[in-house]
């Protein structure tokens, strides 16, 4: 079963906040996130391991509640260079399998 | 310093025929995978192979077959095209699973 992202696609202006959220049916590991330009290959962004840890990226992080099977992206202060499409991709507790939720389409426009 | 390279970038197949696309990686990388993308559906894991010699289905492996040849290389390869196999193919690889994944520039695929 994928697992769910929301929301599917969100608009901002320049310098407003974002939230994205991600959640698994599965006990988790890990948690990736990564960013995909139109028609470009995804590109990582930050791995967030057990223990709720939060990571930061510029002005990106992220938080993962592994009781809860969750994680978060805050994209704080978007600049135009943050539109794109962002995936999560939660690493179960065994084994290499890697599977992507379906992506949270980000505009931001000036 | 290459990362992961996939060929060909473009390809168009009729219905039936049969194709196999390319992955290597110079980054001595353990674990390969290869993914599907659709308009609007995101990334798919069709196989995946944890170390060489082992290879695992993955959401959707129906119509493909993947080989591990050595280290390196990863190839997918569809027997018998169908229009519903028309997407963009990304392969990707990372040291262990705890690892990020290194994408390559991907396929884009059109079976008619």
């Known amino acids: 079963q994928q697992p769910v992202q929301s929301p599917q696609a969100v608009i901002l202006r320049e310098g407003e906040d974002a939230v994205i959220n991600c959640s698994s049916s599965k006990a988790l590991y890990s948690v990736h996130w990564y960013r995909q330009k139109h028609g470009e290959a995804p590109v990582f962004l930050m791995i967030?391991?057990?223990?709720?840890e939060q990571k930061g990226h510029d002005k990106i992080s992220a938080s993962f509640n592994e009781k809860k099977q969750q994680s978060s992206l805050y994209l704080t202060a978007s600049q135009l260079s943050y539109s794109g499409t962002y995936f999560c991709?939660?690493?179960?507790?065994?084994?290499?399998?890697?599977?992507f939720g379906e992506g949270t389409q980000l505009t931001v426009n000036p | 310093n290459a990362g992961v390279t996939q060929t060909p970038k473009f390809q168009v197949l009729k219905t039936g025929q049969s194709m196999t696309l390319q992955c290597a990686q110079d980054?001595?990388?353990?674990?390969m995978y290869w993914y599907r993308q659709d308009p609007g559906m995101g990334l798919r894991l069709i196989y995946y192979s944890a170390s060489e010699g082992t290879t695992d289905k993955g959401e959707v492996p129906n119509g493909y077959n993947v080989s591990r040849l050595n280290k390196r290389e990863f190839s997918l390869r569809l027997e018998s095209a169908a229009p519903s196999q028309t997407s963009v193919y990304f392969c990707?690889?990372?040291?262990?699973?705890?690892?990020?994944?290194?994408f390559g520039s991907g396929t884009q695929l059109s079976v008619l």
């Open positions: 980054m001595n990388h353990n674990s």
């Open positions: 991709g939660p690493q179960e507790t065994s084994g290499s399998r890697l599977t």
């Open positions: 990707a690889s990372r040291s262990g699973f705890y690892e990020k994944l290194f």
């Open positions: 967030l391991l057990k223990g709720g």
